[in-house]
Structures are given as structure tokens and as C-alpha cells.
């Protein structure tokens, strides 16, 4: 699984009431991704979501998602088997939009 936690509201610094540094360890510890964003400026928000579809493309690359799970589905019925395979065609048209969105943004680095 992967979770991105997201410490808001980083454009009001004078109300903080958790560092960055506080909030970047608490994920460490815990396994999340970890991000500051403010819905007012739009800071880091399309980015929170950016890092958190490539984490989960990177974990299907790297086959610590099994989007087949194929031992599941031969333990269940076929409504769950058809639910399974509509997850993995979303999760497949994740990974394309992903990785689309990773090509635009090296090639706009590169203008």
C-alpha cells in the first residue's frame, strides 16, 4: 500500500504546530510518503498526487503489488475474480497516466 501524508496548510508557517522536519520523520518511521502542501496557493497539491501514483507504479514494476493475484482468485467466486480484473485494468490505466505524466514533465525540465 501507499500513503502520502500531507502536512497542510504550508503557506500559514506562523500557525504551524508541527515542524516539517517533525512531520518528514513521523513518516519515515511509519512507511508513508510524506509531503507539504496549501490548497490556497496550490502548492505541492497536483505533486502529492504525482509521487503517490509513482510509488504505486514503481511497486507494480517492481512486483511488490501483484495486480494478478492470481492465488486469490482461485480461492473466490467469480464476482470477486471480475472485481479483481476491473482493479487491474485500473491500476494498469494509473500507470500509464503516470508514466505519461512522468515523460511531459522530464521534457518540460529539458525546454
Known sequence: MSIMLIGKKC??????AVSKEEG???A???GLL???ASASTAQNVEEAFIKTATKILQNIQDDIFDVTNKALRSATGVH?????EEMVR???EVA????????VS???THI
Open 80 to 84: 470477486k475474480v471480475q472485481l479483481e
Open 34 to 36: 510524506f509531503l507539504e
Open 90 to 92: 485500473s491500476l494498469r
Open 96 to 103: 500509464v497516466v503516470v508514466k505519461r505524466v512522468q515523460d
Open 106 to 108: 522530464t521534457v518540460n
Open 11 to 16: 503557506d500559514l508557517a506562523h500557525k504551524r
Open 24 to 26: 518528514g520523520q513521523f
Open 28 to 30: 519515515k518511521e511509519n
